[in-house]
């Protein structure tokens, strides 16, 4: 059975930083796209992040380029998105998703099958 755990949410002043990690199991990380997806309150989910398990190249909406990172560690089975220099605007429940018949990274929520629990990330202003 696929299962993905989120972790790694919390509170943080603006300007500071947190990991997500999204532990994997029942399929290997880098075998199906998996992406981080954030949804914040009264706003739709949105695609944040998601690498592609054809090419390993990683997609980015505009409003984290340059702040976050997605990368995984294929011992640990585990994906991770570093996240700097937030802002309260990312104050949101952050999830990971996997699906193998996703393709380049799609950021779009709705093609993901398997979704994690969410970790909650709160940025005060």
């Known amino acids: 059975e696929l299962q993905l755990v989120e972790s790694g949410g919390g509170l943080v002043q603006a300007g500071g930083s947190l990991r997500l990690s999204c532990a994997a199991s029942?399929?290997?990380?880098?075998?199906?796209?998996i992406g981080w997806f954030r949804q914040a309150p009264g706003k739709e989910r949105e695609g944040v992040s998601c690498?592609?398990?054809?090419?390993?190249?990683?997609r980015y909406i505009d409003s984290v380029k340059g702040r976050f990172t997605i990368s995984s560690d294929s011992a640990k089975n585990t994906v991770y998105l570093h996240m700097n220099n937030l802002t309260p605007n990312d104050t949101a429940i952050y999830y990971c998703?996997?699906?193998?018949?996703?393709?380049?990274?799609?950021?779009?929520?709705?093609?993901?099958?398997?979704w994690g629990q969410g970790t909650q990330v709160t940025v005060s202003g």
């Open positions: 998703a996997a699906d193998s018949a996703v393709e380049d990274g799609s950021p779009i929520w709705s093609e993901y099958s398997y």
């Open positions: 690498i592609s398990s054809r090419d390993g190249n990683a």
């Open positions: 029942g399929f290997v990380v880098g075998d199906d796209d």
